[in-house]
């Protein structure tokens, strides 16, 4: 995309939580404890996935680089994208502690990212591609879907709400965040359908259609959390 669109979305500005602030970075993977297991998660992904060593992945909203970092523990080559500088240097600090190179950090976004290798295996992103709104969301899946190999697989999970029931399972939601992590999580969550850009699971499914993706594989929990498994056609 041309960097100097005046119009363009400002990914580095985004509403909501600010992944920006070290503040957030400190307390982010304690606070993520309390309701998912970030790294055996990243392994399921790895392994659904089926990426080997020498494959090319890039993992947009790397966020604390723990997929990034598990990924690169299978002799992937990594390209961990992220538009906090803060959540880059935590990342970084992350790899070396685990002794693994080939991760090679971007700070850039969905809209600004430019691959520095051909053409990627596969494309994850969890939790973070609600930080776009609708219309860039399309625009950045078809750049995603140039980035990737004749048949490269795009991984996506985060929250996207299934249209029954959605105020009823926004709510249910948002207890069960509380009830895992107090105040702290509640407030997350509130403020994340209040302020972030999360949306209805038929949107989604358009967007991937139309930009040239075939969705594999589709499950939404609690009508709340998405996976997509899906493939460049
Ligand atoms: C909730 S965290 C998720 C981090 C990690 N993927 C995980 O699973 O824990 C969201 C991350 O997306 C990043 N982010 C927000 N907007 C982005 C954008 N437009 N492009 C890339 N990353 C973005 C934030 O800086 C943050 O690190």
């Known amino acids: ?49 089926g990426i080997k060593r020498g494959d090319a992945v890039i993992d947009f909203g790397s966020g604390t680089g723990t997929f990034s970092v598990e990924a690169a523990k299978r002799g992937a080559r990594v390209y961990a994208v992220d538009v906090s500088e803060a959540m880059l240097a935590r990342a970084k600090a992350k790899a070396g502690e685990e002794g693994v190179s080939g ?42 879907h140039r980035m990737l190999k004749p048949g490269g697989r795009l991984y996506m999970h985060d929250v996207i709400i299934e249209e029954p029931c959605a105020l009823e399972n926004v709510a249910l939601f948002i207890n069960k965040q509380e009830k895992a992590g107090g105040d702290f999580l509640r407030e997350d969550a509130e403020g994340h359908f209040r302020d972030e850009f999360s949306t209805y699971d038929w949107v989604m499914d358009g967007l991937l259609a139309r930009a040239g993706f075939s969705i594999t594989d589709k499950h939404i929990e609690g009508g709340i959390l998405g996976t997509y498994l899906c493939t460049k056609n």
């Open 1 to 49: 995309m041309q960097s100097h669109l005046s119009w363009q979305y400002d990914e580095f500005n985004a509403v909501g939580r600010d992944y920006g602030s070290p503040s957030e970075v400190d307390v982010y993977d304690s606070s993520h404890a309390d309701f998912r297991d970030i790294k055996a998660e990243s392994i399921r992904v790895l392994d659904t996935l």
């Open 103 to 144: 991760i090679r950090f971007h700070h850039a976004g969905f809209l600004t990212y430019e691959p520095t290798e051909d053409l990627v295996d596969a494309v994850v992103t969890i939790y973070s591609f609600h930080h776009l709104p609708d219309f860039w969301k399309g625009i950045a899946l078809k750049r995603i």
